[in-house]
């Protein structure tokens, strides 16, 4: 069994900084890759950020890059989110993802087979 544990959301003003954790355990391992993907009410979910497994290897939507920062501890077993210059179009839930398969598609949410509860994020204007 896998489990995917997200924190770290919460409610900011638009300029603002929120940093996001995901918390593998169960059946993972820390060669897995890992990915953030977010869905606001009334949208479809949509890909944020990647990262493979030992970091080097990162993804980004464009609507994120430059603002965003996907990392990773292993030996933690977690994958972080910095999340800076918050707009209120950043509002939705946050998810995390793993896959043990191949890592060829990271912006699809269909190539991820783990998948956490996730984090709400409210950016007020």
């Known amino acids: 069994q896998v489990q995917l544990v997200e924190s770290g959301g919460g409610l900011v003003q638009a300029g603002g900084s929120l940093r996001l954790s995901c918390t593998h355990s169960?059946?993972?391992?820390?060669?897995?890759?890992m990915a953030w993907f977010r869905q606001a009410p009334g949208q479809e979910r949509e890909f944020v950020a990647a990262i493979n497994w030992g970091g080097a290897t990162t993804y980004y939507a464009d609507s994120v890059k430059a603002r965003f920062t996907i990392s990773r501890d292993n030996a933690k077993r977690t994958v972080y989110l910095q999340m800076n210059s918050l707009k209120p179009e950043d509002t939705a839930v946050y998810y995390c993802a793993t896959t043990a398969g191949r890592f060829t598609t990271p912006r699809i949410m269909e190539a991820y087979d783990y998948w956490g509860q996730g984090t709400q994020v409210t950016v007020s204007s």
């Open positions: 169960g059946r993972t391992s820390s060669t897995y890759p």
